[in-house]
């Protein structure tokens, strides 16, 4: 009985167009995979570098697994850390260029905790109005004052920092994304270095999606001649998209990775990864480096995808990485375009509020490096097909 809302607020989402239902993969994730006996050109991934069902990666975990087992038994400061979440966190920090960085379960977890434990209820965070919904949750569990600039902003956002010192706040926190998740643009992140300096605000920046893409891997921050600890003092990634496995780090000072190692709840009481993903992480780590071509072929598709579509007249922002988002508005024109490319073979999954805003729902388009340029053509010409349907609404 106390349950019955649930039908209520079921319809609702139906009425809206925003009722999601899961679609389990019959096949491992990659360019092409099969849902419901059907084989599917896939554009809806995050394993940017085709990395996930590698075979090289999968004999990584399953080695890494033989010797160390299954799971890990406890969290990090018990015993559930061992050698290769050491070796991991130190090869993470040298990609990152900073001394130091600690492994949580997910980027997610990685967020929540870190925002959490630099900053509570006296202080104030200054966030991009896209960033994404770990950043969100993270800055709403901090009890910190919440401050929204308009999407890359600088300007607005040193307002907003101006303003929060004016009124009392202890430490501020200026927090975006690099590369943002939903977009797939970047955010300017030498100016918003510069501002967070004058201010002597606390700079984080989320790289989830510029990780082992942007920066000859690096990310966008060294891509941009940012330096890890002097002009960004928090750099968070995750293991799970272009790593092609599971987890996310933050990349700093020892100081600033030891305090989260004492202070992050995410970290402290979560049990530790286990070593299958572990293994992964570190073979792919050294095949993004021993094969560029991986991140210069997914840029090179998006690149393209970007110019073909925009030719065709449908709105495609410029990517900066690997997303390409066309850009359809209400959710329900958004499906129908997702079902009448499904018909034609393609898997292109309609992202729709809460994940973006009312009214900008969007068919956001990732080619893996994985896609062969002939995969990326099919695509291009099924778009060119449904045209008319999606210019006429
Ligand atoms: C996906 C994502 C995360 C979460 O990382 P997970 O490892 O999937 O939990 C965090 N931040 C951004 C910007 C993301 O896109």
């Known amino acids: 009985m106390t349950l019955e809302f649930l039908q209520d607020e079921r319809a609702r989402l139906v009425r809206l167009g925003l009722w999601r239902t899961l679609r389990p993969l019959e096949s491992p994730t990659g360019p092409v995979v099969t849902v419901a006996g059907c084989e599917l050109l896939q554009l809806s991934s995050n394993d940017y570098l085709g990395l996930s069902a590698d075979g090289r990666l999968r004999a990584a975990a399953a080695a890494a697994s033989e010797v160390w087992g299954t799971g890990t038994g406890a969290s990090r400061l018990i015993t559930g850390t061992n050698l290769l979440h050491t070796e991991v966190e130190a090869r993470l920090a040298a990609l990152k260029g900073a001394a130091d960085a600690v492994l949580f379960s997910s980027g997610y977890l990685a967020n929540l905790g870190t925002i959490q434990a630099l900053v509570g209820p006296k202080d104030a965070v200054v966030s991009d109005t896209l960033n994404h919904a770990s950043i969100i949750d993270g800055c709403r569990l901090s009890g910190a004052r919440i401050l929204v600039y308009p999407h890359a902003d600088p300007t607005a956002a040193a307002q907003l920092l101006e303003k929060a010192r004016r009124e009392g706040a202890r430490r501020l926190l200026l927090i975006t994304d690099s590369v943002f998740s939903m977009d797939g643009d970047l955010a300017p992140l030498v100016a918003l270095s510069q501002v967070a300096r004058r201010h002597q605000a606390i700079f984080m920046v989320d790289e989830a999606h510029a990780t082992l893409l942007l920066g000859e891997g ?40 030891d305090f989260l190692r004492n202070r992050a709840r995410s970290f402290v009481f979560d049990t530790a990864p286990p070593a299958g993903v572990l293994g992964a992480i570190r073979r792919a780590l050294e095949l993004s480096e021993a094969e560029p071509e991986r991140r210069q072929r997914v840029l090179a598709h998006a ?15 410029e990517p900066a990485a690997a997303i390409v988002p066309v850009m359809i508005g ?32 969007r068919l956001r388009l990732c080619p893996i490096a994985t896609h062969s340029d002939e995969q990326i053509d099919e695509v291009i010409a099924a778009f060119a097909r449904l045209r008319e349907v999606v210019l006429r609404g």
Do not use: M, N, Q, W
Not at 336 to 360: C, Q, S
């Open 330 to 361: 209400e959710a329900e024109r958004a499906l129908r375009l997702a079902e009448r490319l499904r018909e034609l073979g393609i898997l292109a999954v309609a992202i729709r509020p809460p994940t973006v805003p009312p009214g900008t729902a």
């Open 218 to 257: 690096r990310g966008a921050v060294s891509g941009l001649g940012l330096r890890a600890e002097l002009e960004v003092d928090v750099i968070v990634g995750t293991c799970s998209k272009a790593v092609g496995a599971l987890g996310g780090f933050v990349a700093g000072s020892r100081e600033l990775c």
């Open 303 to 317: 690149r393209r995808l970007a110019d073909a579509l925009r030719a065709l007249d449908y709105a495609v922002p």
